[in-house]
């Protein structure tokens, strides 16, 4: 069984940072992609930045250069790393799993973590 716990994030003013974390279980890095996708309230899903099987980043954000992934292999954890953070990223940040590859289509994605809330005041 796949299971996402998402964890790290909470309020920050402008220009701060934030890591969030992605724990998986039940996937192994060289078979499943791991996601990271953000939703604004009233707005769509939007996808963020993909870890590929390879350890490859597909950087799928608008505001790009403010996000990196970055993985721990010991303890199946996936990062993502937000700098400068501007009140336009606030949102609930999703990670989410599926095999072999990474696309932007949230819906082919099987397994999804719970969220994290991430709130960036001006």
């Known amino acids: 069984e796949v299971q996402l716990v998402e964890s790290g994030g909470g309020l920050v003013q402008a220009g701060g940072s934030l890591r969030l974390s992605c724990a998986a279980s039940?996937?192994?890095?060289?078979?499943?992609?791991i996601v990271w996708f953000r939703q604004a309230p009233g707005k769509e899903r939007e996808g963020v930045s993909c870890r590929t099987t390879s350890g490859l980043t597909k950087d799928y954000a608008t505001l790009k250069g403010r996000f990196a992934i970055s993985t721990d292999d010991a303890t199946n954890t996936v990062y993502l790393q937000m700098n400068s953070l501007i009140p336009e990223v606030t949102a609930v940040y999703y990670c989410?799993?599926?095999?072999?590859?990474?696309?932007?289509?949230?819906?082919?994605?099987?397994?999804w973590g719970q969220g994290t809330q991430v709130t960036v005041s001006s």
């Open positions: 989410a799993s599926k095999r072999y590859s990474c696309t932007v289509n949230g819906r082919l994605y099987t397994d």
């Open positions: 039940g996937v192994t890095f060289d078979d499943y992609v």
